[in-house]
């Protein structure tokens, strides 16, 4: 039996080719990373309100808003400032929905807190349903992108 021997150089031309092919391959696949997302509060009460994720609550696969983060003092009738919301990439998190909770602290009320989901693509809806305890929860995409999340106290 005949064996073929390869050069040095040819070996080293045969691993080159390949790095090459793996590079360009790998510049043209898909990106699997998560699209931010952009969200304001709308505060329709007769008071100022702050809103924040609690520690304790639902809450997975995101990076953006993190526990503790909060909106102070929107303006009865106001907006907050936008906001990102981004889902972690890896970790497990590839495929799944990100998730984190918002609770407006409301005047003379204890609030229960409001579920987000999310996609990688910034996509968002109540998880799994808005709270009618007491307030009235709404949650709209305007023609720019930007979630307008709308908290309405029981009464108003």
Not at 99 to 124: E, I
Request: proline letters at 7%; one cysteine or more; a neutral charge.
């Amino acid at each position: 039996m005949k064996t073929k021997t390869t050069s040095a150089a040819s070996a080293a031309r045969l691993g080159s080719a390949i790095l090459t092919a793996l590079a360009v391959a790998a510049a043209s696949a898909p990106a699997f990373a998560a699209d931010p997302g952009k969200m304001v509060i709308r505060n329709d009460s007769k008071s100022y309100v702050t809103y924040y994720v609690p520690s304790d609550a639902f809450f997975n696969c995101d990076d953006e808003p993190q526990r503790g983060f909060m909106i102070a003092d929107v303006a009865p009738g106001a907006e907050s400032s936008p906001f990102t919301f981004l889902r972690t990439d890896g970790h497990g998190c590839n495929g799944r929905q990100g998730q984190f909770t918002l609770v407006p602290t409301l005047p003379n009320v204890a609030a229960v807190g409001q579920q987000f989901s999310y996609d990688s693509h910034g996509g968002m809806g109540f998880q799994p349903d808005a709270p009618t305890v007491n307030y009235l929860s709404r949650l709209k995409q305007r023609a720019d992108g930007v979630y307008v999340w709308t908290v309405t106290p029981s009464g108003q």
